[in-house]
């Protein structure tokens, strides 16, 4: 995979962003989900790539495009063949009430190298570079942070730890508060409190708890490409969930999952803001057009992008407007 398809997708990101923003705040989570998915799958008709989605918006007979299964791209006989994990629009909770951190994603990877996670929970645990190699989620939380602690030279009491607001992690945030560590409730968008563990300025030390298993795959690609950290524990609630995960070819479903084994090989990844963030802008209008702010970020390379593209709807077929 070469630099030309990283930034070919962030085409992609940028649809579904500018597709969703146009419903910031008007209270409709579905609505602006499926505008960006319409969006973002029309955009990959054009991509010179030969992708399977494997991580999407559901079985097929759930979702109408970007379903599990899907080839997307344009890409003919001897283009290269990529898995990918969309989610168009990570956080419509937050796009539907214009609060922060609502972004569009994709990772892409070599064939056979994302992990096919089923829908369900997963726990996770996500740290930035300064602190890899020092969690594990076989330890208690509190022996995790002071670990990170160390890692980052910090007091544990000053770091900040990125939750989501949800009753099944009411129990970790009852020992993080009691082991003294700050923490950020989020309502929705755990990929991006995970990434935000990567950049020093948004403040965040390290995502904790259980969120959609899928996400968190996304969420490892993104943290391989800036040379963070990451373990996921699938929690699975049922036995359907149980059978429908050892359909997708997982046999220890109680294992914990290394970066490596959500995310593998070679892996890129690109995000556009839809609501502002902690380190992206939101969709911003502009009459004649719009303006966005993406990142796109590759694992063998290293390197991190930012993107800031100036659209003009009366010459931008692929946006509706």
Request: charged share 30%; hydrophobic share 40%; proline share 2%.
């Amino acid at each position: 995979m070469d630099r030309n398809l990283a930034l070919e997708v962030v085409r992609v990101t940028e649809a579904a962003a500018l597709a969703s923003a146009r419903l910031m705040g008007r209270g409709d989570r579905d609505g602006a989900d499926r505008a960006a998915v319409e969006a973002m799958r029309r955009v990959f008709d054009n991509v010179d790539v030969r992708g399977e989605v494997v991580i999407g918006e559901g079985e097929r007979d759930r979702a109408p495009m970007l379903y599990v299964g899907e080839k997307v791209g344009r890409g003919v006989e001897g283009d290269v063949e990529v898995e990918i994990a969309v989610d168009a629009l990570e956080g419509s909770n937050l796009c539907a009430t214009g609060a922060p951190n609502a972004i569009s994603v994709i990772a892409i990877g070599e064939k056979g190298r994302l992990l096919r996670a089923p829908d369900g929970y997963m726990e996770k645990i996500a740290v930035g570079p300064a602190a890899k190699g020092a969690i594990d989620l076989r330890r208690s939380p509190t022996e995790n942070l002071e670990r990170i602690a160390d890692a980052l030279g910090k007091y544990l009491e000053d770091l900040t730890v990125v939750i989501l607001d949800r009753r099944r992690n009411d129990a970790l945030v009852k020992e993080v508060r009691a082991a003294g560590a700050r923490i950020k409730l989020i309502g929705d968008g755990d990929v991006s409190g995970a990434l935000n563990t990567c950049f020093p300025e948004s403040g965040v030390d390290v995502l904790m708890g259980t969120g959609g298993a899928r996400e968190g795959v996304i969420a490892a690609a993104a943290l391989r490409c800036v040379g963070g950290d990451m373990q996921g524990r699938l929690q699975l609630r049922d036995d359907g969930e149980r059978e429908r995960a050892a359909r997708t070819g997982l046999r220890d479903l109680d294992k914990v999952l290394s970066i490596d084994a959500l995310a593998g090989g070679s892996v890129m990844f690109a995000a556009t803001g839809v609501t502002n963030g902690d380190f992206l802008r939101g969709v911003r209008f502009t009459g004649d057009g719009a303006r966005t702010h993406s990142v796109v970020m590759r694992s063998k390379s290293g390197s991190i992008r930012y993107i800031e593209t100036i659209h003009k709807f009366s010459r931008a077929p692929d946006y509706e407007h």
